[in-house]
């Protein structure tokens, strides 16, 4: 089955410590996004990549990092410079970067640092 | 400022009608009208998208007002499983869309 799968489900960290969450889509889609939620609040764009080896920051970038060497996967990088990271993180893809694509969600990771 | 504004919570009957509306007043004519629901804890899914006319799938139907300021998503018979946070995402997006804190349907029994 096509998709979007995200590893783990739930993460649990340490402050001060990097961590990285896993996006692979199986869906042969040229964009990728991620967003994160907080309780009660809608999704708020982290980075998108509208083609491998390219990507942009959304609105709130900071503290976050990632790549893109392969179509199928966009890993994010939640850093110590991110001041609170516990938070939903959602990965989605498009069949491409043009404006109002139907993006696609993968399950989400939970992310909770102490 | 926000250019897409929905109500934050209704209750609707379950088997009965659930007409969620939503504002998008600053739309312009080539930008589309889209509906995601999220159920808790899950990605959102996706649910039908119109630009002018009125739109029709297995899940919904999209009434889209002739001025295309306001539109309103549709769940014919809501069941239990409808129970979801529901985001109209409309042209503050740019290139890229806004999910705003969105309408929480609540179905009740």
């Known amino acids: 089955d096509g998709g979007i799968t995200q590893s783990p489900k739930y993460l649990f960290r340490k402050e001060g410590q990097n961590v990285t969450l896993s996006c692979e889509q199986n869906?042969?889609?040229?964009?990728m996004y991620w967003y994160r939620q907080d309780p009660g609040q809608g999704l708020r764009l982290i980075y998108y990549s509208q083609i491998v080896n390219d990507f942009q920051k959304g609105d709130i970038a900071e503290g976050y990092s990632v790549s893109r060497e392969k179509k199928e996967s966009f890993p994010l990088t939640v850093t110590s410079a991110q001041k609170n990271p516990t938070a939903f993180y959602l990965c989605?893809?498009?069949?491409?970067?043009?404006?109002?694509?139907?993006?696609?969600f993968g399950p989400g990771t939970r992310l909770t640092v102490t | 400022d926000a250019k897409t504004t929905q109500p934050p919570s209704m209750d609707c009957a379950e088997g009965r009608a659930a007409n969620l509306p939503c504002n998008h007043s600053t739309i312009s004519g080539n930008e589309y009208v889209y509906w995601y629901r999220q159920i808790h804890s899950q990605g959102p899914q996706y649910i039908i998208h119109?630009?002018?006319n009125n739109e029709t799938n297995e899940m919904a139907s999209l009434i889209i007002t002739e001025d295309r300021k306001s539109s309103t998503l549709i769940l014919p018979h809501a069941t239990l499983r409808d129970t979801a946070v529901y985001y109209c995402i409309g042209p503050d997006y740019g290139q890229n869309f806004v999910f705003g804190p969105g309408t929480r349907l609540s179905v009740l029994p």
């Open positions: 119109g630009l002018k």
């Open positions: 989605a893809s498009s069949i491409d970067g043009s404006r109002q694509p139907e993006q696609y």
């Open positions: 869906l042969n889609h040229d964009a």
